[in-house]
């Protein structure tokens, strides 16, 4: 994996909106069922919107009911870096992207086959792209 991708502050705030700021630079979270690709259900590839890197593509994606884009696999394993998250008095397992450091979510133990995840992703975090 090429070094991470390194922007100022600055530079992060001029090309995200704020709430994707929020979300992928401050690790914010969206409100639950209010991302606009929580219901998408198209073929394609979800990005980094922050650096465009690749990071799920939709036949990974399921409804898991939990709010938020919901995905059981990533596109390559190198794709995403897990962190230990104790923020709010809970233990999760932050998930950011390998390429920019950017906030997407969390990981969690309770998803479908074949892996048995749940990377519970905001919509902020994510660019569509139509196969």
Not at 40 to 65: I, R
Request: charge should be negative; charged fraction near 25%; proline fraction near 5%.
């Amino acid at each position: 994996m090429p070094a991470k991708l390194e922007k100022s502050d600055a530079e992060w705030r001029a090309l995200l909106t704020p709430e994707q700021y929020h979300v992928l630079r401050e690790k914010g979270t969206e409100r639950p069922f209010t991302g606009a690709l929580t219901n998408n259900h198209a073929d394609g590839f979800y990005h980094c919107a922050a650096c465009d890197a690749l990071l799920f593509q939709s036949d990974t994606k399921f409804e898991s009911g939990c709010g938020w884009p919901s995905f059981f696999d990533t596109i390559a394993r190198d794709a995403v870096e897990l962190h230990e998250d104790r923020s709010f008095g809970m233990h999760r397992i932050e998930v950011t992207c390998a390429a920019c450091g950017s906030h997407l979510g969390h990981v969690f133990p309770d998803g479908p086959n074949p892996t048995g995840q749940r990377y519970c992703i905001n919509s902020a975090s994510l660019k569509f792209e139509d196969k």
